[in-house]
């Protein structure tokens, strides 16, 4: 179906426009395969036309989801028109498609591998110094048997020395985690402590505080009690004859001072 005879949006038209190019680009890419010989070109061939599929195949689902999101827009004809060149588009697809699954069957007996749809790039391995099978002697394919066997216990061996220094690090890794783990059982344990034995130090040194405030306050009432007790004394002593100030109780009083008693005789 022709794209003049389609009323598509600009959008659609791209998109149309690139699988009929690529469509193009196939049809002649098959053309040149059949004219190769050499099947190294034929595999590079392939990986390019499959890679052209694929692509082929994102923009015809890119082409369906553009004709969902057109579709209330459009005439019932219009949209039918559009669902019919995609399915055309499918099929011509799918025609090249089996067209490469032929070819890589007629490359398969060559040991060549290919693009798959969807599937990385495989790099075709190509060895002129391996001889075929069916050319070589009986010794000689023992010989590559017990070759191959060899390379294969020896990478069989590297595997398990691989496993054993894995299972020795995991070994050594859980040991140190325990220990760490310990540790750290003991670190909370002592902060515990710590935390008990501040407390109690604190609790000390409030009672001590307490009974030292109690301790400066009897020293300082016994300091003015002797202090009073010194000021009437000496208040007292400097003048005796004041009777504001009461007697000092006896046994505080500095002792009282000798009297001598002058006799008078009379003269006869």
């Known amino acids: 179906m022709a794209t ?19 469509f193009r680009a196939l049809s002649n890419g098959f053309q040149r395969l059949d004219k190769m010989k050499d099947s190294n070109r034929q595999s590079k061939q392939l990986e390019e036309l499959t890679g052209k599929m694929r692509e082929c195949k994102r923009l015809i689902k890119e082409f369906d989801r553009e004709i969902k999101d057109e579709e209330s827009k459009n005439l019932p004809e219009v ?3 559009l669902n019919d060149e995609k399915q055309s588009m499918i099929k011509e697809l799918n025609s090249y498609v089996a067209l490469r699954k032929t070819y ?8 060549i591998e290919l693009f798959d749809m969807g599937a990385g ?3 075709p391995i190509a060895d002129e110094n391996v001889k075929v099978a069916s050319s070589m002697s009986n010794q000689e394919l023992v010989d590559h048997g ?9 990478a069989i061996e590297r595997t398990q020395k691989v496993v054993e220094q894995t299972i020795e690090v995991g070994t050594q890794t859980a040991s140190t985690l325990k220990g760490q783990t310990d540790q750290m059982g003991r670190i909370v344990n002592e902060l ?4 008990f034995s501040i407390k109690k130090a604190s609790q000390l040194v409030k009672e001590i505080g307490r009974q030292v405030a109690t301790d400066k306050c009897i020293m ?12 009437i004394i000496v208040v007292k002593i400097v003048n005796p004859n004041n009777k ?6 006896g046994g505080l009083a500095p002792p009282a001072p000798s009297r001598r008693l002058l006799y008078l005789r009379d003269p006869q």
């Open 4 to 22: 003049t005879e389609l009323q598509m949006s600009p959008q659609l038209e791209q998109i149309h426009g690139e699988i009929r190019d690529l």
């Open 104 to 111: 890589m069957n007629t490359l398969g007996n060559k040991k």
């Open 244 to 249: 504001d100030i009461r007697d000092i109780p």
């Open 79 to 81: 949209n039918k028109q």
């Open 192 to 195: 515990d402590t710590i935390q």
């Open 121 to 123: 790039v495989s790099e």
């Open 220 to 231: 300082l009432f016994l300091f003015l009690i002797v202090c009073g007790v010194i000021a």
């Open 146 to 154: 017990m070759k191959t066997m060899d390379e294969t216990d020896q």
